[in-house]
């Protein structure tokens, strides 16, 4: 068993290229199952963002592994293999396990150190689960991974000096519209508002400089997730005087909309049906999307057929989806600015290099990534000698059967208090005799090179230990003989 992770992100591929490989939460599930499906992968599960989608997989051998998976992902969305194997990276057992860990702690986000992914992997792990793709060696390592990267957040600072998504978008959107008249931002009424509450990032976005120009603007978000309850409180707190939220589900909008309410004054917040959304361009400033459509929300058409009522306001859209919300079309009207994950890639590589007052947070994450990822292998090293151990025990207990049932042959007459001594004293010898050989052999297959040993192990016993016999002697629990 290895594990292997497969994917595209907004390292290797442009983002036109990852809308076209987004799958739904339907379609991933359907994926997932055909790719466990085939005799080359064990388990699975997909980390899909907005910049990112990664297949992490547990398989038995690596060029199969590879092939079922890449195959499969282009036939559900239509990318040709020659295209996807062109930005497509592969990263095997330790260098796979070191991948996941470096993206649970941001060091490979679009904005280094944000810390939405975390929710992500969690969701990764959970459809997985549900879908029922998920097994043992994937759980395990999804769970470590949530662990480093909490570890990360909580023993570095890099949250704080960096910015979320959202953070940055609107820094980006905000260069479009003048700043308005100066005004205080509202505050927050320290309410206990679930939707307000649960975005782990909105603490980080509370550090940030605001961005003057939000103040007083009128907002209308689009979609009401995660994504979608961040932004709505990152704009109310930064000053704006009103947000509309629209979604598919009306009662999430307005559950939304009311948390607005609570948390902020005297912010005005509403919901309109998602149908109606279009109606509400004639009144806003800046529309953030981030819907997890399939298609179009906002189409050009639409998006015109508004603007004869707004003067000459400018409009501004932060579309934060994958694949796009907005038309990209819109950005050819008059007074109309589009800004999308391919402007805030843009916009993230130009401040790759300001790493000023973060150097020391980035390479304390990495040394936290690296011990975890020693950590995880020594773990894993001593898991898989477990089996082998077991072949070794069981094998044990059967020579001894063997010789019991002998001496039950030749010594038929022997009275039952003395062949129970006799049966005692031949298992208490055999187990003294295997004990310090397999707490050695499991302490050194947990480090450098420990696989050796286990394979030595099963050379001189001639041992199999994937037979029914072994397996079902193993507690997956503890990795131990029952």
């Known amino acids: ?62 060029h199969p592994g590879v092939t079922a998976i890449s195959e499969l992902l282009s036939w559900h969305t239509g990318v040709s293999m020659g295209e996807l194997t062109e930005h497509l990276y592969v990263h095997y057992e330790e260098r796979a396990v070191q991948h996941l860990f470096s993206v649970a ?8 150190g944000e810390g939405q992914i975390l929710g992500q992997v969690r969701t990764a792990l959970k459809e997985a689960q549900q879908g029922g793709t998920l097994g043992r060696v994937l759980n395990d390592l999804g769970q470590r991974a949530l662990r480093v990267g909490k570890r990360a957040h909580t023993e570095t600072h890099l949250d704080h000096a960096g910015a979320d998504m959202v953070s940055l978008g609107l820094t980006v959107a905000m260069r479009h519209l003048p700043v308005a008249a100066a005004g205080a931002a509202p505050a927050a009424t320290g309410g206990r508002c679930p939707v ?38 990152t704009v109310a707190r930064q000053g704006a005087s009103s947000v509309v939220v629209a979604n598919r589900t009306f009662e999430r909008a307005a559950r939304l909309a009311e948390c607005l309410t609570e948390a902020y004054e005297p912010i005005a917040s509403r919901a309109v049906p998602f149908e109606d959304a279009a109606a509400q361009l004639a009144d806003v400033d800046l529309v953030i999307s981030c819907t997890g459509a ?30 796009r919300d907005v038309d990209e079309a819109v950005r050819e009207l008059p007074g109309v600015e589009l800004v999308d994950i391919e402007d805030l890639r843009r ?30 292998q020594s773990v894993r090293r001593a898991e898989l000698v477990a089996p082998t151990v077991v072949a070794l025990r069981s094998k044990a207990r059967l020579v001894v059967d063997t010789e019991l049932a002998r001496l039950q042959g030749r010594l038929p007459d022997l009275d039952d208090k003395a062949r129970g001594e006799i049966t005692h004293a031949m ?30 192990l099963r050379e001189l016993f001639d041992l199999d230990p994937a037979t029914p016999d072994a397996v079902t002697r193993i507690d997956p629990a503890v990795g131990e003989e029952k």
Request: overall charge negative; glycine content about 8%; charged content about 20%.
């Open 1 to 62: 068993m290895s594990v292997l992770a497969v994917g595209l992100s907004h390292r290797s591929s442009p983002v036109a290229l990852l809308e076209r490989v987004a799958l739904s939460g339907e379609s991933r599930l359907k994926v997932m199952s055909e790719m466990v499906g085939t005799s080359a992968v064990n388990e699975v599960m997909i980390v899909a963002t907005c910049n990112r989608m990664e297949v992490y997989a547990d398989v038995d051998k690596f």
């Open 105 to 112: 702690c941001g060091l490979d986000s679009m904005v280094v």
């Open 196 to 233: 307000h509450a649960a975005s782990t990032a909105d603490a980080v976005a509370a550090a940030l400089p605001q961005p003057q120009a939000l103040t007083g603007r009128r907002v209308l978000v689009l979609g009401a997730g995660s994504m979608s309850a961040l932004s709505a409180n």
């Open 294 to 323: 399939q298609g179009l929300v906002l189409t050009r058409d639409e998006v015109e057929a508004t603007l004869a009522g707004r003067g000459a306001r400018p409009l501004v859209f932060l579309d934060l989806a994958l694949p």
């Open 347 to 376: 916009a993230a590589a130009e401040g790759a290099d300001d790493t000023s007052g973060r150097s020391d947070d980035l390479s304390l994450v990495r040394d936290i990534v690296e011990e975890e990822v020693a950590e995880y």
């Open 427 to 456: 298992r208490r010898v055999v187990d003294k005799l295997l004990h310090q050989p397999t707490v050695r052999v499991k302490q050194l297959a947990a480090g450098p090179n420990g696989d050796s040993y286990e394979a030595a």
